[in-house]
């Protein structure tokens, strides 16, 4: 199986968001070039995201991440945090790959397990419970993928146990469509099943895809 990653990235206070968003989409044009790379997606809070306020459920330490398959961690660009990981495509939506914008944006959503859930168990109800469940309560979510970390490859940084992408097509699907009939108390019941909520992040982004065979 071709090796996936994920890479965070800081924003230093002085780089625009704007400056910031074209770097991480100038990396992703020179990732795809590689003949190996199956996957190529960047992730930018680059000014122009479009999301609503409360898509930020809890402020996230990062700015930006480029998902990856097929290209060795050490032809990576160098960022924050490096994760090993497996995608699971839940719900898809049809995207381009020449990277341009895709219509909405997306919510990276890195989560922990509570305390008395392990690794693995956390991995399996989030695949055959908790995906079950989001699904079914929230009309507006267009794409869904739940990215479980296997590698932690960056000392000191955030011990996550996966990463939710939640994708939008606008910003009205999200404050008017996140829930369905009694989807927000289904979905919040579920999650406290194995997240620990206080120690996870959202990040609302604007998503680009270049490659991606998933």
């Not at 795809?32 to 809890?58: K, L, M, Y």
């Not at 939506?93 to 168990?121: K, N």
Request: net charge negative.
């Amino acid at each position: 199986m071709a090796e996936t990653y994920m890479t965070f990235f800081l924003r230093p206070a002085d780089e625009s968001p704007d400056a910031f968003g074209k770097r991480m989409r100038d990396w992703a044009v020179e990732l795809a070039a590689n003949s190996q790379a199956t996957a190529v997606i960047a992730f930018a809070d680059d000014g122009d995201v479009g999301a609503p306020p409360e898509a930020t459920f809890t402020r996230p330490t990062h700015a930006g991440a480029l998902l990856t398959t097929g290209i060795p961690s050490h032809d990576l660009p160098a960022g924050d945090a490096l994760y090993g990981m497996r995608r699971r495509v839940i719900k898809a939506r049809s995207r381009g790959r020449d990277g341009a914008r895709s219509e909405g944006f997306t919510v990276l959503c890195p989560s922990v397990r509570i305390a008395h859930v392990d690794h693995e168990q956390f991995d399996a109800h989030w695949r055959d419970v908790h995906s079950k469940v989001h699904v079914a309560s929230s009309p507006g979510t267009c794409h869904y993928e739940q990215l479980v970390i296997d590698e932690w490859l960056t000392p000191g940084a955030p011990l996550w146990d996966g990463v939710g992408l939640l994708s939008f097509a606008s910003a009205s699907d999200y404050t008017e469509r996140l829930f369905g009939p009694g989807g927000e108390a289904a979905i919040m019941a579920d999650v406290q099943n194995f997240v620990d909520l206080s120690r996870g992040e959202t990040l609302p982004a604007s998503e680009f895809v270049y490659r991606d065979d998933a």
